[in-house]
C-alpha cells in the first residue's frame, strides 16, 4: 500500500532567483505505516485529544513525528508568500520568517542588530545558511515547514530534521551546559524535567546566525531557554525565550504549537544534491 | 577539555586527500557518563557485560570507532606527498593502505568480489578515476556500507521500536524501525534504503532495500544497486564491542551473496562533534 503525499514548497525563501526557479512543490511517497498503540477514535482516525503519552520513568513522552510551529491562536499562518519574496506578506504572525511580527512592537533589537537585519533583508536573505543547504538555528527550525521527530530516551532527547540534516541532542542525564565550548550550529543543549514541562537551556552558538528568514541575528553569547510540554496526544507546546543581551535591549519570549503527524515518517531530504540555485540567488 | 583529531582524510577521494589538511581538530566537554562499568583505575571495563534495555534485549547504545577486524595488519600511513599537502605523482595511495574495509570490501577476498562483468567494469572505471564520484567527496550521503566502517564515529540510540544511528560524518542519519513493520514494497529509493529490524536472541537482524541504484559500498566504488538488499546483523559481545556482519545481497551486481564483518569499539564519555561538510567546501573543483 502505497500513499501520496506531498509537502509544500519549503525554498521559497531564499533569494528571488530561487524562489522563481525552484519547482512550486516537491513530491514524496513513502509507504502508509499505521503505528500500532495509538488512541483513535471511532471512525479510526487518531484521537489529537487524547491524554498526553508517559515513557517509562513517568515523565511525559515527547516522542513523534512534528508539525511546523504556529501560533497558538491564530487560525491561518500561511507559510507562503502569495505574491512571492518582497510582496506584501499576508498579514499576522509569521514566525518562520519575521520574529518582530508576533510582537506589536517588535522585537527589542540593538541599533547594530537592527541594522543588520535591514541589510540581510535587503540582499534577499541570500546569505542565510538554508539557502546553502547549511544548518538552520534551532529556533527557526521549531517553525520549518519540513517536519521534524522526537525521539526521547531517559538520558537524552534527538530532534531530527527533515531540513538540511538537522540534528539536534538535547541531554537529559543531568550534565551541566558547558563553560566556553565549541561553537556550533546547534549551539549545546541540557534539559531537565520540571513537573511535566522539559525544559531545555542551550549556549554555544556560532556567533550571526539567523533565527528568522529576515535575518534577525544571534551572537556566540546568545542563550536560549526552551520549555516543552506535550498537552494532550497530538499538541507540543513550546515556549522559547531567547536572551541575548548583545544583540538584543531585553530577553523576549513567544509560543508555538506543533501538532503531531500520525502514522508517518521523515523522507530523505538531501539539501546539496543537484544544487543549482546558488548562482543564481540575487541581492545587493 | 580534551583534543580529538579525526582521520577526517581517509574517508575522501585521493584527489582531496592530497588537499586536506592532515588533521581535523575539534574540542567538546569532557564529560564522565554514569552507569558505565569502570576498572579499579576509573577506565572504562571494555570487556564488562553488555548491557541491557528496559526491554531485556542488548543495548546497542552509545558511540561507536570503527577498528580494523582482528588480526588484520594496520594499514601503511598515508604518503608523504599527502600529508606535505601536494599531490605527488605515482601511486598516491600505496596498495597497502587500499587494503582497509573502508577503501576495499573486496580485499579479505581470494578473488575479490564476485562482481558481474558490468559491475567489475563499473568498479575498474571508478577506482581509474580516483573515486572521484564517491558520494563522499561531495557532501552528499554516503551509504550505509561505507559509513559502517568511516572512521568518524557514529552514534546509536535504541528505543524499543527504533533504532537510531547518527553519524557525524556528512550529517548521515539512519532509522530502523523495529515496531514489526514490513519493508515497503516498491517505495522511494533513497540514499539510506529503508530498514527493518527484529531479534533473533540476543542479535539485531535488519533487512534493508529500496537503495538508490549505483550505490557505492566502499571507497573503489564496488556498486549496488537498488535491487540489492543489504541483511545485518549486530551484535554486541561485551560491554566495548558491537560486532556487525553484513551480507550483501545483490545479483544485479554479484553473482553471489557476500558477507563481511565490520568490528566496531565503544568510545566511551564523548559525544559526536558537528561536522558541516558543505561549509566552506572548496574541494570539489579540485577532483580529477
Same mark, same amino acid.
Given at each position: 500500500m502505497k500513499a501520496m503525499v506531498w509537502r509544500e514548497?519549503?525554498?521559497?525563501?531564499?533569494?528571488m532567483a530561487g524562489f522563481v526557479l525552484l519547482s512550486p512543490a516537491l513530491f514524496a511517497q513513502w509507504p502508509s505505516h499505521v503505528t500500532a498503540g495509538e488512541p483513535r477514535t471511532a471512525d479510526g482516525?487518531?484521537?489529537?485529544?487524547?491524554p498526553t503519552p508517559k515513557a517509562p520513568d513517568g515523565h511525559p513522552d515527547l516522542s513523534g513525528v512534528w508539525d511546523r510551529g504556529t501560533v497558538p491562536g491564530v487560525s491561518m499562518q500561511s507559510t507562503v508568500q502569495p505574491g512571492g519574496f518582497g510582496s506584501t506578506p499576508p498579514p499576522g504572525p509569521r514566525p518562520f520568517q /519575521?520574529?518582530?511580527?508576533?510582537?506589536p512592537d517588535g522585537l527589542p533589537l540593538q541599533p547594530w542588530a537592527a541594522e543588520l537585519r535591514k541589510q540581510r533583508f535587503a540582499e534577499?536573505?541570500?546569505?542565510?545558511?538554508d539557502a546553502h543547504c547549511l544548518p538552520l538555528h534551532p529556533v527557526q527550525l521549531h517553525s520549518h515547514p519540513q517536519p521534524r521527530k522526537i525521539m526521547q530516551t531517559s538520558g537524552e532527547v534527538v530532534i531530527v530534521y527533515e531540513a538540511n540534516d538537522g540534528l539536534r541532542q538535547i541531554f537529559t542525564d543531568g550534565r551541566p551546559l558547558p563553560v566556553d565550548?565549541?561553537?556550533?550550529?546547534f549551539g549545546y543543549s541540557v534539559g531537565k524535567w520540571d513537573g511535566d514541562t522539559l525544559v531545555v537551556d542551550t549556549i554555544g552558538f556560532r556567533d550571526m546566525?539567523?533565527? /528568522?528568514e529576515q535575518g534577525t541575528p544571534i551572537t556566540t553569547s546568545g542563550r536560549i531557554h526552551e520549555r516543552f510540554r506535550r498537552?494532550?496526544?497530538?499538541t507540543l507546546e513550546i515556549e522559547v525565550t531567547v536572551d541575548d543581551p548583545r544583540t538584543f535591549t531585553k530577553p523576549w519570549t513567544f509560543k508555538l504549537n506543533q501538532r503531531l503527524m500520525p502514522d508517518t515518517e521523515l523522507i530523505e531530504f538531501?539539501?546539496?544534491?543537484?544544487?543549482?540555485s546558488l548562482p543564481h540567488l540575487v541581492g545587493k | 577539555m580534551r583534543i580529538v583529531s579525526i582521520g577526517?582524510?581517509?574517508?575522501?577521494t585521493t584527489a582531496i586527500l592530497a588537499f586536506a589538511p592532515a588533521g581535523l581538530f575539534a574540542q567538546w566537554p569532557d564529560y564522565k557518563a554514569a552507569g558505565v562499568p569502570r576498572t579499579a583505575d576509573g577506565k572504562?571495563?571494555?570487556?564488562?557485560p553488555t548491557p541491557r534495555a528496559a526491554n531485556g534485549k542488548p543495548d546497542l547504545s552509545g558511540v561507536w570507532q570503527y577498528m580494523r577486524p582482528p588480526g588484520t595488519p594496520p594499514p601503511a600511513p598515508p604518503p608523504p606527498a599527502a600529508q606535505n599537502g601536494a599531490a605527488g605523482g605515482?601511486?598516491?595511495?600505496?596498495a597497502a593502505f587500499r587494503t582497509s574495509q573502508f577503501w576495499n570490501?573486496?580485499?579479505?577476498f581470494k578473488d575479490g568480489l564476485p562482481f558481474q562483468p558490468w559491475a567489475a567494469e563499473l568498479h575498474r572505471q571508478r577506482v581509474a578515476n580516483n573515486?572521484?564520484?564517491?558520494?563522499d567527496a561531495h557532501c552528499l550521503p554516503i551509504g550505509v556500507m561505507q559509513l559502517h566502517t568511516h572512521g568518524q564515529p557514529r552514534k546509536m540510540i535504541q528505543t524499543p521500536n527504533e533504532v537510531l544511528i547518527t553519524y557525524e560524518a556528512n550529517s548521515g542519519l539512519r532509522q530502523i524501525f523495529t515496531d514489526g513493520r514490513p519493508l515497503p514494497k516498491d517505495a522511494e529509493p533513497w540514499w539510506y534504503g529503508y530498514s527493518v529490524g527484529h531479534w533473533e536472541g540476543d542479535t539485531l537482524v535488519v533487512e534493508s532495500t529500496n537503495f538508490r541504484d549505483?550505490?557505492?559500498?566502499?571507497v573503489e566504488g564496488s556498486p549496488l544497486t537498488e535491487s540489492g538488499k543489504i541483511i545485518e546483523r549486530f551484535r554486541r559481545?561485551?560491554?566495548?564491542h558491537l560486532e556487525i556482519e553484513v551480507t550483501i545481497d545483490d545479483p544485479k551486481a554479484y553473482t553471489k551473496p557476500w558477507t563481511v564483518t565490520v568490528y566496531q569499539r565503544i568510545l566511551p564519555d564523548t559525544e559526536l562533534i558537528e561536522f558541516?561538510?558543505?561549509?566552506?567546501?572548496?574541494d570539489d573543483r579540485h577532483l580529477k
Open positions: 514548497a519549503h525554498k521559497w525563501w531564499i533569494g482516525k487518531v484521537n489529537m485529544s487524547a /519575521d520574529l518582530p511580527s508576533l510582537f534577499n536573505s541570500k546569505g542565510h545558511p565550548p565549541e561553537p556550533w550550529w546566525m539567523w533565527i /528568522d498537552v494532550n496526544y497530538g538531501v539539501c546539496a544534491e543537484n544544487n543549482r | 577526517l582524510a581517509t574517508g575522501l572504562i571495563d571494555m570487556k564488562g605515482g601511486e598516491i595511495i600505496p570490501l573486496g580485499a579479505s573515486s572521484q564520484d564517491n558520494p549505483m550505490g557505492w559500498l566502499d559481545p561485551d560491554f566495548g558541516v561538510c558543505g561549509e566552506n567546501e572548496r
